[in-house]
C-alpha cells in the first residue's frame, strides 16, 4: 500500500514570493494534517481537513492557508514568503480519529 | 510551560543497551500517546500508539504511560546502529481533531 506522498520535495524560493505544496493521502484515508518542523520550535500543527472541511487550525498567520480536494489530496499555501518560512513542511493522514496519523517524507522549502 | 517536554539529548550509547525516553506533559485531556521515528531528511515513521495508561510492546520497543504522573516513557531494548535517529513524542486529547501536540524530539546515537 503506497504511503503518504509530498510534491516537491525541495523548493528554493525568494522573499516575498508564494508557494504550493502538494500531498497525497494514504488510499482511504479521508483526514489530512500538515505541519510545520524547524529545528528550534520542532513540529507545530498547521491545520487538518477532513471530507474537505477545515476542522481545526494552528497558531500561524494568515498567509499559510490550505484545502482538501474530493479525493481527499490536498495543498498548502503560503502567501508573501518571510525567512523565517524555511522549514520541513510535513503532510500526515489518517481515517480519522481516533486513527493515529501517518507521516509522508515532506517538503523542504528554502526562503532566500 | 510547554505542553509538551523532552529532553533533546543527545544520547549515546553502546549496541545492545537499553534506551529509555520520556517525556512529560502538562495537559490532563491528552489521552492517545504516540512514539514517532525519524530519520535524518526524513517523515517521522510512527514506532507506538497507545491510548490512555498502560504498557505496550511490540518487539523490542515498549511504551508506558502513567496518566497520574503526566509522563509517558518508550524503552528500546538490545538497541541496534539501525535505532540511531531522533525520537518523537506525540500526544493529543479525546476530542474530534486530530491534531497532535509534539515534544522537540530525543536524538539518540547507537555505537557498534
Known amino acids: 500500500k503506497a504511503g503518504v506522498t509530498q510534491t516537491p520535495r525541495y523548493l528554493i524560493k525568494t522573499r516575498g514570493q508564494q508557494v504550493t505544496l502538494s500531498c497525497s493521502p494514504i488510499s482511504g484515508h479521508r483526514s489530512v494534517s500538515w505541519y510545520q518542523q524547524t529545528p528550534g520550535q520542532g513540529l507545530q500543527f498547521l491545520f487538518e481537513y477532513f471530507s474537505e472541511t477545515q476542522r481545526n487550525k494552528g497558531n500561524f498567520p494568515g498567509r499559510f492557508s490550505g484545502r482538501q480536494f474530493s479525493n481527499s489530496r490536498s495543498e498548502m499555501n503560503v502567501s508573501t514568503l518571510e525567512l523565517g518560512d524555511s522549514a520541513l513542511y510535513l503532510c500526515?493522514?489518517?481515517?480519522?480519529?481516533?486513527?493515529?496519523?501517518?507521516f509522508g517524507p515532506g517538503t523542504r522549502l528554502t526562503v532566500l | 510551560q510547554k505542553e509538551v517536554e523532552q529532553d533533546p539529548g543527545p544520547l549515546s550509547v553502546p549496541e545492545g543497551a537499553i534506551v529509555s525516553l520520556n517525556c512529560t506533559y502538562s495537559?490532563?485531556?491528552?489521552?492517545?500517546f504516540m512514539w514517532y521515528r525519524q530519520y535524518s531528511r526524513k517523515g517521522p515513521e510512527l514506532l507506538m500508539y497507545?491510548?490512555?495508561?498502560g504498557n505496550k510492546e511490540d518487539g523490542r520497543f515498549t511504551a508506558q504511560v502513567d496518566k497520574s504522573s503526566k509522563y509517558i516513557s518508550l524503552f528500546i531494548r538490545d538497541s541496534q546502529p539501525s535505532d540511531s535517529a531522533t525520537y518523537l513524542c506525540a500526544m493529543r486529547d479525546q476530542g474530534g481533531s486530530e491534531k497532535l501536540v509534539f515534544g522537540k524530539g530525543t536524538k539518540l546515537t547507537v555505537n557498534p
Open positions: 500526515a493522514s489518517s481515517w480519522g480519529p481516533p486513527d493515529t496519523q501517518y
Open positions: 497507545t491510548y490512555s495508561s
Open positions: 495537559n490532563s485531556a491528552f489521552q492517545y
